[in-house]
Nanobody
């Protein structure tokens, strides 16, 4: 059974930093690409960042230079380091875990950036 648990969100002032974690179990983690998405109130869920099994990363333009995605295969965990946060980064952040043709999501972690 695949389980996905996100953590690390919180309330931070603009310009601050947070590091999100996503722990996955029940998958072949080291061979799986992982991604972060976010959903702001009243908006659709949007892609934020992705890291392949080989460590190749991609980002949405709005976070390039501020966010860094990384992974620790020994801990079955993917991270999202978020620096220079802006109010428009406020959202619930989700981790997506592909497994056998399906996508699994956690409960999300709330990030709130005050101006």
């Amino acid at each position: 059974q695949v389980q996905v648990v996100e953590s690390g969100g919180g309330l931070v002032q603009a310009g601050g930093s947070l590091r999100l974690s996503c722990a996955a179990s029940g998958t072949m983690f080291s061979t799986t690409g992982m991604g972060w998405y976010r959903q702001a109130p009243g908006k659709q869920r949007e892609f934020v960042a992705q890291i392949t099994s080989g460590g190749y990363t991609t980002y949405v333009d709005s976070v390039k230079g501020r966010f860094t995605i990384s992974r620790d295969n020994a801990k079955n965990t993917v991270y999202l380091q978020m620096n220079n946060l802006k109010p428009e980064d406020t959202a619930v952040y989700y981790c997506d875990v592909p497994h056998l043709g399906l996508t699994y999501w956690g409960q999300g972690t709330q990030v709130t950036v005050s101006s």
